[in-house]
């Protein structure tokens, strides 16, 4: 952090270009490709303004039953009363807020690195209110919708008609059965009323409200709490570049500034009612820098001690110029690079650190490939040429570790598709009307999906093996880990394209515009299902 007394800016020139020669290193450059060739530094000052907003906020529960507060209101005119005044405390009561206050005047400079957003310094007591149930108009009860509220219902066993059915043997002079005679009793579940009690209600025709779980009434509680909300402004002096200055203030905040800058807390005021603003202040130091590379000028802008860039030279668009048309040359129509010449450049770009920190990135974290390039060149790229770069080591990387396999996919969908294909239309080209499309749609699913199961299962564990394989041939660390839902989801798309076009072919062979498919296919496929072991 700057500090005026005995200050050197060569020191902190000196750094800077450290660090960015360590960058470039081994990237397309060695480090004293890196040079600077001119700079000047200035002091500036630096105000920084928080306006603490006070406000209060609510939270409202309501529980079935009895869940009285110790405070509770007999009527929503007393409650809303109480509701607002508290409210109102939240937002202008001075006594309220003299702890919370007290304590960023203590903390000092420590209180922009431990509150960045809105704070709760008070929560008051809980009040309540109850209401009736609309539902059961606060009896806790309903009618029982089983038996229509008349605690029984016909019987099960006689139908409501009070008999059951029995049959008697008729016998001849021989004392022979000859037949059977339908004779009628009271029956035995009802005792011929024809009614049962309904086990719902157990015979009361009412049953407890689901609404109110059979209370009647709810309790809605409610809960204010007073909270503070911070709003940041920043006003500076820096000369160089203060508008991308500004712009890291939006994009880091105060807690950043903070930590790189000796900040104090200068002054205090109410400027509301519900309004205190705090004051801090502080010098740092800023650099004008331009640096060379390769007999190019390219500009940088920082602060601090030790520096911070906020203006970043676009290094390795220069570096990576050249490597960039090498790809673009490699790549088809489709942005694709074939498998040799990706590897070519997996093995080269592992002896470069940032493409080489960018390719375990992608490999490990699943970043997007122009994020993980731009956090391995430390922001000092641009974004066209981080989403080049990083599009084209996705695709080094899909070939050198891939994912899945889709030929494995490919040889499990072949099967299962002529399988689904041919029993789907031996049975709709028979179809008679939508109920039996519909019967025979069911039949095609269930007598498909045992080989469907089969050849997914086959399929994934070939992808799985595949990409074993592959991987064995790199460093772990590059490698992507095995997914195999997006050919998944194509494997199932493509059955359901299979049975859209098996429906439209069985329709045109039922207006006899195509001709119907032989038995002896789907015959053949339902001996080889039956020899299956399982």
């Known amino acids: 952090m700057y500090q005026a007394d005995g200050y050197h800016p060569q020191a902190d020139i000196d750094i800077l270009l450290k660090d960015l020669q360590a960058l470039i290193d081994g990237n397309q450059a060695v480090a004293d490709d890196l040079s600077v060739s ?4 200035s002091t500036f000052s630096l105000t920084l303004s928080v306006n603490w907003l006070f406000s209060g906020y609510s939270d409202k529960q309501t529980k079935a039953g009895n869940h009285k507060q ?4 007999a009527n929503t005119q007393e409650l809303d009363k109480h509701y607002h005044n508290l409210m109102n405390e939240a937002s202008f009561g001075q006594s309220l807020r003299q702890n919370f206050l007290q304590n960023i005047r203590s903390l000092n400079k420590q209180a922009l690195l431990e509150y960045q957003q809105s704070y709760t310094f008070h929560q008051f007591e809980p009040f309540s209110i109850f209401e009736d149930c ?4 606060a009896v806790g009860k309903v009618s029982c919708t089983d038996c229509g509220g008349r605690g029984n219902k016909s019987c099960w066993d006689c139908g409501g008609g009070g008999q059951e059915s029995y049959q008697v043997p008729i016998y001849d002079n021989k004392n022979q059965i000859r037949g059977y005679q339908t004779q009628y009793r009271s029956c035995s579940a009802c005792f011929g009323s024809g009614r049962q009690r309904c086990g719902t209600c157990s015979g009361s025709g009412r049953v407890a409200c689901n609404n109110c779980a059979g209370h009647g009434f709810f309790t809605h509680i409610y809960q204010i709490k007073a909270q503070a909300q911070p709003t940041f402004h920043l006003s500076h002096t820096n000369p160089f570049e203060p508008d991308e200055f500004n712009q890291l203030f939006v994009d880091k905040g105060a807690e950043f500034f903070a930590k790189h800058i000796d900040l104090a807390l200068t002054d205090e005021c109410a400027i509301e ?3 205190h603003q705090f004051v801090y202040q502080g010098q740092s130091i800023a650099f004008d820098i331009l640096l060379m590379m390769k007999q190019k000028q390219f500009y940088c802008a920082a602060f601090s001690s030790p520096p911070y860039a906020y203006v970043r ?3 390795f668009d220069e570096l990576f110029f050249d490597e960039w048309q090498f790809l673009k040359n490699a790549q088809d129509k489709k942005g694709n690079i074939a498998k040799n010449n990706a590897q070519a450049f997996f093995f080269k770009y592992m002896n470069q650190p940032v493409l080489d920190s960018a390719l375990k990135d992608i490999a490990k974290n699943n970043h997007a490939p122009k994020t993980a390039v731009k956090i391995a060149c430390q922001n000092y790229i641009s974004d066209e040429m981080a989403n080049n770069i990083g599009r084209s080591l996705w695709y080094i990387l899909d070939k050198v570790s891939p994912t ?4 494995a996919w490919v040889f499990g969908a072949v099967p299962a598709c002529l399988w689904l294909g041919v029993v789907a239309v031996y049975h709709l080209q028979t179809v008679s009307g939508v109920l039996d499309a519909v019967a025979k749609i069911t039949k095609t699913i269930w007598q498909s999906m045992l080989v469907i199961l ?3 299962s086959i399929s994934w564990l070939l992808s799985r093996l595949f990409v074993w394989a592959v991987n064995q041939k790199i460093p772990k660390e590059y490698h992507q880990a095995a997914n195999n839902r997006l050919m998944l989801r194509y494997y199932l798309m493509t059955m359901g394209v299979v049975v859209v076009l098996a429906i439209i072919y069985a329709v045109l062979v039922n ?5 119907p498919m032989s038995d002896r296919w789907y015959l053949l496929l339902m001996a080889i299902k039956g020899k299956l072991p399982f």
């Open 70 to 73: 110790d405070i509770c209101f």
């Open 273 to 275: 009612q519900d309004t």
């Open 134 to 137: 609309g539902t059961c108009h």
């Open 454 to 456: 089969i050849c997914v």
């Open 38 to 41: 001119d700079w000047s530094a």
């Open 404 to 407: 899945h396999s889709k030929l």
């Open 511 to 515: 207006y006899g515009y195509l001709p």
């Open 313 to 315: 030279p676009y290094l």
